[in-house]
Structures are given as structure tokens and as C-alpha cells.
């Protein structure tokens, strides 16, 4: 398997190998092909993901936000950040808390932690109340929603973040998520994206 680093826009899936008799000599009785497996390649011809069998390759493209254009060949990726944040503040935060903690994982930020700081560094003022129970060891959930004063939505929302980042940290029954304004709600359901997809660091590079 071979990957590399930074991620393109657009991908091409093509199986690699080669004709068993050079093209002047083929006939329909020699014109075998043998193949070496699949890639992943950009619009120039340059090799991007190698692996032997076509549905690890399929795989990588889906876990990396690549979708197919519909003819099975050609893939694009969308820009996963752009639209989901509340603000430049809340990006920013975001992406802070992330690598202070250094919780990355082949490239991309752990989809627990990811999902559950989304939601806490949504806002300033939530951020400030919870920051302090964020560490490399963990979210200590128990003692901030022990701890701190959370009006009804908020207490719903930090306890939705709990229950994506460990489903024994505090359970939140979806339905409560109704109690929620719309803005909380998009961060909730983005957050649930999140912890399905993660988030690759190259996306937040300038």
C-alpha cells in the first residue's frame, strides 16, 4: 500500500497492470491482461494510493471525502470545513484544542474527541466553562456537567457531545436534541458527522 500526504481535489480510480504481449505483437488468443492491482491517481498522472484489491481503494476515497462524479472512474472531494463552523472563532478553537492535545491518527483528528470539542468550542462562553476538563487523558464529562451551571439547551447539547465522545460518559436521547435552537441544533448533527467522518488535518492547513 502506498499513500501520500496532501490530499487533491479530484482523484482518478484505475486499475494498474499490464498486457501480457506488447500491443503489435496481440491477437485475441494472446491479448491477456495482468493486472497488479488499484489506484488512486490525480488528473496528471501522479500515483496517489496503491493497494491490490479495488475495494480498499474504494474505501480510502470514501473515508477521505471523496465521492464518485458517477461513472465509477473519477472522484471528487468536497472541502469538508468550509460552511460547518459558527464562526472564524469557532474554527479557530476548534482546531486549537485539537492539536494541543496532538490527538491525530494517520492524518486525521480522533473522531471522539473531534466531535466532542466541535461542540464545546462552539461558543466562547461554553468553551471558557469546559476547557479546563480537557486534557490528552480525556474529557472528564462527569464533572463538567456536574460541575457547571448549564441552562436546559446547553446541558442537552454537552451531553450529546458526552455520549459521541464515549457512550458511557452521559446519554442524551436524540429526541432532545428537538429543545435545541436551530444553530445548536446544525452543531449537534455536524458534531454526529464528525464522529462518523472525522476530519483531516489537511483541510485546515493555509
Known sequence: MEQKSTLPTRLTLAEEGQWETPSWAQTSDNDEWISYGWKAWTYDGIPFFRH???????????????TDTGDGAHYQRQEVTEGIFKSAGHKTRFVGAMLQIGKVDSGKFDPEYAAALYVLTADLSTWNKAQEYMSHNGIDFEALLKEVDWSGGYRVLIQWAANLFNEYAAHCDPVELM????????????????????????????
Open 52 to 66: 491490490q484489491e479495488k475495494s480498499v481503494v474504494q474505501q480510502w476515497l470514501a473515508d477521505n471525502g471523496y
Open 179 to 206: 429543545r435545541l435552537d436551530e444553530s445548536n441544533f446544525q452543531v449537534a448533527i455536524t458534531a454526529l458527522h464528525i464522529r462518523r467522518y472525522s476530519l483531516h488535518v489537511d483541510d485546515f492547513k493555509e
